[in-house]
């Protein structure tokens, strides 16, 4: 049953990507897609965002593997094309690229608690979705291009 669960959210996950993001577009404009679907379709799904956390966590070692690579596979060849074309930094492998924009929408989405108590500290205002992003990709982007990031 596990597995078959898995695989259902995978199979929904790669089939809601492939349709929400133009791989024709710019590198850049395709990046910053890429994280607004990644985070729009974890966040209307919050039961499979919390199985697919029980998935990394407590998952068998092959199917996360398999995984891995099904998912992977293409948002890392999309972070090397916005590498080579000066986009994304050079001074991180486009797979941990990949692997920290996901973990930072992620994070985003199951540490609002954190987040908010984090930023009433120095009294800033909460973030709407698009100003997490914005940031994520800012964090992401060659020096000379972070200061225009959406």
Known sequence: MWRVVGEQITADFMAFMADAVDMALPPGEAVTMMLRAYLAFWKARPLAFRFNLWRRLDGLQDERVSRSEQMTQPVVALMQ???DTGFIRDDLPPGLAAIMGGALVQFWLDSQLEIRAALAVTGDEGLS??????????????????????
């Open 81 to 83: 094309r916005a590498q």
């Open 129 to 150: 979705d698009e100003d997490a992003i914005g940031h994520i990709v800012r964090l992401l982007r060659a020096p000379s291009l972070r200061a225009d990031a959406p």
